[in-house]
């Protein structure tokens, strides 16, 4: 079972720790390509994996005015996925201005060597850390026989088919296309919210939709569009279409949603929480002439997305 610590208090004495440190946006198959050499080497050693990433993402905190990262997860859709490839220890660090501001030398000896007295480091070439991002691989290799810890390099390669799969990941997810970004990551892509109230439109026409808010405003969210979904309520899976959009048939508003029709279902869910599982873009969002016409849309587009699983 794998343990989650959100912050360093109380931090447990781990045995023979091999950790990595990472953002793990998505946990794609970059990621996973890390974590099983980050398990195996755990392993050799008779130890414990353990993963440290950061809440809220760096670029927040160190780049506020930059172009906005659109995240591929959120930390809760994070643990999930790393739970999923079987890690021993994740530690959520509370990322702040004061923490960024720590200089190289004390992130090695304050906030590594002393909460997780590492027995081995597996880091990226590239990896930057402390006030101005001055520490990096060649520091740790400087002081690794001084605090007992072993190195291992992450090649090149793998850090830069991590970045490439991140961005085509969000590529794909731009244009709508799911297929593909479920292949670059591995799983299907997911959102989770809570069901709202909304204006009961679909119920009228017998297509009647959840609402659903993802409270992450950082979350990325597909191109507008009608999806074949798999939803997710509390411990059943439900086979659904999603709208992605403004709704242009019957709503002259601007306004985005995210609204579900579960298949042959009629509860009512407000205030439960759903995770969407995306398996397929059905279509385009259109705005039709009249209510029949969409009504007759949707009623294909229910069969399509029963074809999808």
Same mark, same amino acid.
């Given at each position: 079972?794998?343990?989650?610590?959100?912050?360093?208090? *109380?931090?447990?004495?781990?045995?023979?720790?091999?950790?990595?440190?990472?953002?793990?946006?998505?946990?794609?198959?970059?990621?996973?390509?890390?974590?099983?050499?980050?398990?195996?080497?755990?392993?050799?050693?008779?130890? &414990?994996?353990?993963?440290?990433?950061?809440?809220?993402?760096?670029?927040?905190?160190?780049?506020?005015?930059?172009?906005?990262?659109?995240?591929?997860?959120?930390?809760?859709?994070?643990?999930? +996925?790393?739970?999923?490839?079987?890690?021993?220890?994740?530690?959520?660090?509370?990322?702040?201005? +004061?923490?960024?501001?720590?200089?190289?030398?004390?992130?090695?000896?304050?906030?590594?060597?002393?909460?997780?007295?590492?027995?081995?480091?597996?880091?990226?070439?590239?990896?930057?850390?402390?006030?101005?991002?001055?520490?990096?691989?060649?520091?740790?290799?400087?002081?690794?026989?001084?605090?007992?810890?072993?190195?291992? &390099?992450?090649?090149?390669?793998?850090?830069?088919?991590?970045?490439?799969?991140?961005?085509?990941?969000? +590529? +794909?997810?731009?244009?709508?296309?799911?297929?593909?970004?479920?292949?670059?990551?591995?799983?299907?892509?997911?959102?989770?919210?809570?069901?709202?109230?909304?204006?009961?439109?679909?119920?009228?026409?017998?297509?009647?939709?959840?609402?659903?808010?993802?409270?992450?405003?950082?979350?990325?969210?597909?191109?507008?569009?009608?999806?074949?979904?798999?939803?997710?309520?509390?411990?059943?899976?439900?086979?659904?279409?999603? *709208?992605?959009?403004?709704?242009?048939?019957?709503?002259?508003?601007?306004?985005?949603?995210?609204?579900? *029709?579960?298949?042959?279902?009629?509860?009512?869910?407000?205030?439960?929480?759903?995770?969407?599982?995306?398996?397929?873009?059905?279509?385009?969002?259109?705005?039709?002439?009249?209510?029949?016409?969409?009504?007759?849309?949707?009623?294909?587009?229910?069969?399509?997305?029963?074809?999808?699983?």
């Amino acid at each position: 079972m794998m343990r989650v610590f959100k912050g360093l208090d *109380n931090l447990p004495p781990f045995k023979n720790p091999v950790l990595t440190i990472g953002t793990f946006d998505g946990v794609h198959l970059g990621h996973a390509k890390i974590i099983e050499r980050l398990r195996k080497k755990a392993i050799e050693v008779d130890g &414990e994996s353990i993963i440290i990433t950061f809440d809220p993402h760096p670029r927040f905190v160190v780049a506020p005015n930059s172009t906005p990262i659109e995240l591929l997860s959120t930390s809760q859709e994070k643990i999930k +996925a790393l739970q999923a490839l079987h890690v021993d220890n994740v530690v959520i660090v509370p990322f702040t201005k +004061a923490f960024s501001d720590i200089s190289a030398e004390a992130y090695i000896r304050d906030f590594i060597v002393s909460n997780f007295h590492p027995h081995t480091i597996i880091i990226g070439y590239d990896h930057h850390f402390g006030k101005n991002r001055q520490g990096n691989y060649q520091l740790l290799e400087s002081v690794k026989a001084t605090y007992g810890f072993q190195l291992e &390099e992450i090649p090149v390669q793998e850090i830069e088919h991590i970045a490439v799969s991140s961005t085509k990941i969000r +590529a +794909a997810l731009h244009i709508g296309d799911i297929k593909k970004a479920n292949e670059l990551a591995g799983k299907y892509y997911t959102l989770e919210g809570v069901v709202i109230h909304g204006e009961k439109r679909g119920r009228l026409i017998g297509f009647p939709t959840a609402n659903v808010h993802v409270g992450d405003v950082h979350k990325l969210i597909p191109a507008n569009g009608v999806y074949a979904v798999k939803a997710y309520l509390k411990e059943t899976v439900y086979k659904a279409m999603l *709208n992605i959009g403004v709704r242009p048939t019957v709503s002259s508003s601007n306004h985005r949603s995210i609204e579900v *029709n579960i298949i042959d279902f009629d509860q009512d869910i407000y205030d439960e929480t759903l995770r969407i599982e995306f398996v397929d873009k059905l279509r385009d969002e259109t705005k039709f002439n009249v209510i029949d016409e969409l009504i007759a849309q949707l009623t294909i587009d229910k069969q399509d997305a029963l074809s999808r699983f």
